[in-house]
T-cell receptor, first 114, second 117 residues
Framework: GQQVMQIPQYQHVQEGEDFTTYCNSS?????IQWYKQRPGGHPVFLIQ?????EVKKQKRLTFQFGEAKKNSSLHITATQTTDVGTYFC??????????????FGTGTQLKVEL | EPEVTQTPSHQVTQMGQEVILRCVPI?????FYWYRQILGQKVEFLVS????????KSEIFDDQFSVERPDGSNFTLKIRSTKLEDSAMYFC???????????????FGPGTRLTVL
């Protein structure tokens, strides 16, 4: 079955350092979404990428979708303590007739120290 | 701001018992989902529901699971005979409002923590 892996599994940074998490799918994706889950919380939608090679920015966050639509990355510039949480990518397979199944990645847990 | 709600927040049950987890999706959404997350692990898709029927389900969603939208507002997940390994956080989500704004963005509820003893 489809697998979506993320690296690293954990990342500890000092406040102000940059952070990147990488997402890789075993199969080509129709689109990819990114979610953030705070400790003890629920996943919260951040963004969706659809086009091959697409890059989107949200303030200090930059999201990329690979040319082959099998990988993606999230980069945070100058991390803050509010960035703490687990970041999940979630891929939707390219299925004939569509389909709404999201396959979540394994997640990257980010800790930010002062 | 509209949100997905779930009840109860925590359910403790004995192995072999039936449980029903309840969700109220965002009112104008068209697609409904259940996910589970075992402590410290990734979010796993269980089932999606559209137009009063299951549209997709995972291999986890076997015959002991069922979903229902009994009254046009609630969306329930029933586990007929719980097993120890069913212990997890269960998230309901909804997406796809009728105006097709942010169609694919899924809004998650706060979750129900199920503990099977």
């Amino acid at each position: 079955g489809q697998q979506v892996m993320q690296i690293p599994q954990y990342q500890h940074v000092q406040e102000g350092e940059d952070f990147t998490t990488y997402c890789n799918s075993s199969t080509t994706l129709s689109n990819i979404q990114w979610y953030k889950q705070r400790p003890g919380g629920h996943p919260v939608f951040l963004i969706q990428l659809v086009k091959s090679g697409e890059v989107k920015k949200q303030k200090r966050l930059t999201f990329q979708f690979g040319e082959a639509k099998k990988n993606s990355s999230l980069h945070i510039t100058a991390t803050q303590t509010t960035d703490v949480g687990t970041y999940f990518c979630a891929g939707r397979l390219r299925l004939t007739g569509g389909g709404n199944k999201l396959t979540f990645g394994t997640g990257t847990q980010l800790k930010v120290e002062l | 701001e509209p949100e997905v709600t779930q009840t109860p927040s925590h359910q403790v049950t004995q192995m072999g018992q039936e449980v029903i987890l309840r969700c109220v999706p965002i009112s104008n959404h068209l697609y409904f989902y259940w996910y589970r997350q075992i402590l410290g692990q990734k979010v796993e898709f269980l089932v999606s529901f559209y137009n009063n029927e299951i549209s997709e389900k995972s291999e986890i969603f076997d015959d002991q699971f069922s979903v229902e939208r009994p009254d046009g507002s609630n969306f329930t997940l029933k586990i007929r005979s719980t097993k120890l390994e069913d212990s997890a956080m269960y998230f309901c989500a909804s997406s796809g409002d009728q105006a097709y704004q942010n169609y694919n963005e899924q809004f998650f509820g706060p979750g129900t923590r199920l503990t099977v003893l």
